[in-house]
């Protein structure tokens, strides 16, 4: 069926299409949908569940729902020689029936968001504390990484699990596991590689595979563990609405969340260059995530957010060519290239591409249409350009860099992920440190990222925008490294 469309307002979308409201982050209430991005900064606010919950500071409303939080929190010491994860699991859940699932649903809801806010405020101090690699104090590092482990795994998640089945609370939920997915595993592999590597010390051995976890140790237990930093650290500051800009040697900020990319992937092995004269050669070669970027670019960013929306982007086309070409045919790889340079006098430039298998504006157009008949049908609010999909006059004529705009949506994924990926690299780029994301087609290697940051001193929003975009109106297309739009 066609829909009746104002032609001045499509008309005015397809000139301007970030000035309107992106409908995608929002669910039929409209509440945003990503539990990071439901905190209000300005007043430090949550509107999850269709409900406004002050939680910035301790008002006679929040005092019942602090005061069974503060208990949970003291509830089970962390200590990694003597905890025992059945007796905690247990306890943890006759409190959730006796103190929290008996709370008013006000007094729940903030408990919901404190919940969030403490978990990351605590487990950033624990990962803090984590000392720098010493092989020779590797036990000590070892009781370190237990203790966050068990502070996510067996503290945290049980909790998370259980105010998510409870049906009155969808943040924590996602919360809890959006978090445990990255962090989880890199702690697990780690611990296990360390606890491997001192029992076959205490016996005596000594052999290939002994150096093999003394290698792996050595390369990567700082990096993984800034990694944690980074992630709890992002996440904290993207709830509470605030950001830490600080002149930081761009490739320092990349390098952990890459290294955890390429450790999730088997086959995959980061490599790290100064300059490059020749991406495309780098591109050739499968199985590597190749990040080139000289140390001596520095820039006034946020390490952590820069380095999450990195990791995020990074690790998409491994998993979108997993999902359809890679999956049960392990020798088959592709090649991903991050590549930082300046741009123009006053700016940066990252590029993330690969060699996959790309995203075809009819591929986009077809994926987004289908997208916007399913909301059709549910009876869920349909933005501008899911109307112009649905007619059958305008389909065709939605230009492509619209429809790649999309892809930066809250819930429009092409690789069977959620969508939050792209989105809070969005909001992170663009919302905090006041530049430009786009997503582009490669006509021979794939989709691509490209990332335009101020490289300027100051950290005046205004004076930070006008300097990209007056970089992005001076650059050519054709002079822009690492990519050819179709």
């Known amino acids: 069926m066609a829909l009746a469309l104002d032609i001045e307002r499509v008309e005015d979308y397809l000139l301007h299409p970030d000035a309107h409201p992106d409908l995608e982050c929002l669910d039929e209430s409209g509440t945003n949908r990503d ?46 020689g003597s905890f025992d994860c059945s007796f905690a699991r247990e306890t943890i859940g006759v409190f959730y029936e006796s103190r929290v699932a008996v709370l008013s649903d006000a007094d729940f809801d903030i408990f919901c968001k404190l919940f969030v806010l403490r978990f990351l405020k605590n487990g950033l101090e624990i990962a803090e504390a984590v000392p720098s690699f010493d092989l020779d104090q590797l036990e000590l590092m070892v009781e370190s990484i237990g203790r966050l482990i068990i502070f996510l795994n067996e503290v945290i998640q049980p909790m998370g699990s259980r105010i998510s089945s409870s049906g009155r609370d969808s943040v924590v939920g996602i919360a809890t596991s959006a978090l445990l997915h990255d962090l989880g595993g890199v702690m697990l592999g780690l611990n296990a590689s360390a606890r491997a590597y001192l029992f076959r010390k205490k016996c005596g051995i000594s052999d290939g595979k002994q150096r093999n976890y003394e290698e792996y140790l050595f390369k990567n237990f700082d990096q993984f563990v800034l990694f944690a930093r980074q992630v709890l650290g992002s996440n904290l500051k993207l709830a509470q609405g605030v950001c830490e800009f600080s002149d930081v040697v ?24 100064d300059e490059c004269d020749d991406i495309d050669a780098l591109m050739a070669e499968s199985g590597f995530i190749n990040l080139v970027c000289d140390t001596a670019l520095v820039a006034r960013i946020d390490p952590d957010m820069i380095g999450l929306t990195v990791f995020n982007d990074s690790k998409n086309p491994i998993k979108a060519f997993n999902r359809t070409l890679g999956r049960g045919e392990g020798e088959k790889k592709i090649s991903v ?42 009876g869920e609010p349909l933005s501008l350009v899911e109307e112009l999909l649905l007619s059958e006059y305008w389909r065709d004529a939605v230009p492509p860099r619209v429809l790649n705009r999309q892809l930066l949506k809250r819930g429009v994924s092409l690789a ?45 929003p205004v004076e930070r925008g006008m300097v990209v975009t007056d970089a992005l109106a001076k650059a050519e297309v054709e002079d822009l490294p690492c990519l050819s739009v179709a």
């Open 416 to 460: 069977g992920g959620t969508g939050i990926g792209l989105h809070l690299s969005m909001v992170i780029i663009e919302q905090i440190h006041n530049g430009r994301i786009s997503v582009y087609d490669h006509p021979e290697f794939g989709a691509g990222v490209r990332i335009i940051l101020p490289a300027i001193n100051g950290d005046d």
């Open 250 to 273: 761009v490739r320092d900020a990349l390098e952990p969340g890459l290294l955890k990319c390429a450790d999730q992937f088997p086959g995959y092995e980061l490599r790290v260059f």
């Open 35 to 80: 539990w990071r991005l439901a905190f209000d900064p300005d007043s430090y606010t949550c509107t999850t569940g269709g409900m406004t919950v002050d939680v910035s500071e301790s008002t006679e409303g929040n005092r019942a729902a602090e005061a069974v939080l503060d208990e949970f929190m003291n509830l089970l010491a962390i200590d990694v």
């Open 337 to 378: 290239i991050v590549n930082v340079e300046k741009f123009g006098e006053d700016c940066i430039a990252i590029f993330i591409r690969d060699s996959g298998i790309g995203i075809s504006y009819d591929q986009q157009r077809d994926h987004l249409t289908e997208v916007a008949l399913g909301k059709q049908s549910r």
